[in-house]
């Protein structure tokens, strides 16, 4: 479906944001320091996370479900910040809703770029790394680099805790990178949106002598050229107002997402 003429107002909508949990919200940081007259409304699907590990109809079901409930709240543009779900139901999505939809792709391409000796690692959720999106990116760009892959079971639900510095994320890290760096690897792919909350512990493990790739600046980009170019833009010199849905069963929901945000946040339950 292709995007539809906006009503005069549609300039003051917010931009929705979603993910299966807090990880997107590394995305909406970006977004918001590259548009910060922007109104943004981030859900975080954390009851369902990881969608790593669930059907491709399941993350359909739950895009089409946040995708409505943003809709109802008349956003302008929707950014899909999970690399799962852009896979699974991105193509579905933009059939259906006539609104700008951004998705995320782990940086195959521009980690083809940047490694100096040829050997690029990607860390990511089973459910992209078995993608078709993701065997496509390998097939465009992978050609010229040895691509290892690590599927990183058990790293989001510890982002989704807030266990950034705990004994068992660094343990998990450590047993995730190691392949890559057995391998050569000079340059890593953080190919879900929650691991760049774990950066520091990532760093760590890899030397600085490795560069780690995320994508979040590169999708709040994407979305400023698609704003731009149907001239959705807001006018406004003010700070655009952020609020934050979620239906976490967690006692900590606010204290992570506030912890991942930096800052003191509207947090609403669904």
């Keep these: 479906m292709t995007d539809q003429p906006f009503m005069h107002d549609s300039k003051q909508r917010p931009i929705g ?3 299966s949990g807090v990880g997107g919200i590394s995305v909406l940081q970006h977004i918001h320091a590259l548009l910060p007259n922007e109104q943004l409304l981030y859900v975080a699907d954390s009851k369902y996370a990881p969608y790593g590990n669930k059907t491709p109809a399941e993350i359909q079901a739950r895009c089409i479900e946040i995708a409505d409930f943003l809709v109802n709240h008349h956003v302008k543009a929707i950014v899909v910040g999970c690399n799962t779900a852009t896979a699974a139901a991105i193509d579905m999505m933009r059939e259906r809703y006539a609104l700008p939809i951004i998705g995320m792709e782990p940086a195959v391409k521009s980690a083809a770029t940047a490694s100096r000796n040829g050997i690029v690692g990607v860390l990511a959720t089973t459910g992209t790394l078995k993608s078709a999106q993701f065997a496509g990116l390998l097939e465009s760009y992978g050609r010229n680099v040895k691509i290892i892959t690590q ?3 058990g790293l989001v639900e510890c982002v989704e805790r807030g266990e950034l510095q705990a004994d068992t994320t660094m343990q ?3 047993q995730y990178c190691q ?3 057995d391998e050569g690897a000079d340059t890593i792919v953080l190919g879900c949106t929650h691991y ?3 950066r520091a512990l990532i760093e760590q493990v890899v030397g600085e002598e490795v560069s780690l790739i995320d994508t979040g600046a590169a999708v709040a980009r994407q979305l400023q050229k698609r704003l731009a170019m149907l001239n959705l833009l807001v006018n406004d010199n003010k700070v655009g107002c952020v609020s934050f ?3 976490s069963k967690a006692d900590n929901a606010r204290q992570v997402i506030e912890s991942l945000w930096r800052r ?3 947090i609403n339950l669904l």
């Design 17 to 19: 944001v979603f993910d």
């Design 151 to 153: 599927a990183c079971v």
């Design 172 to 174: 998990l890290i450590q």
């Design 179 to 181: 392949p890559l760096l």
């Design 196 to 198: 760049p909350f774990v």
């Design 245 to 247: 849905w979620t239906n």
């Design 264 to 266: 003191p946040a509207v």
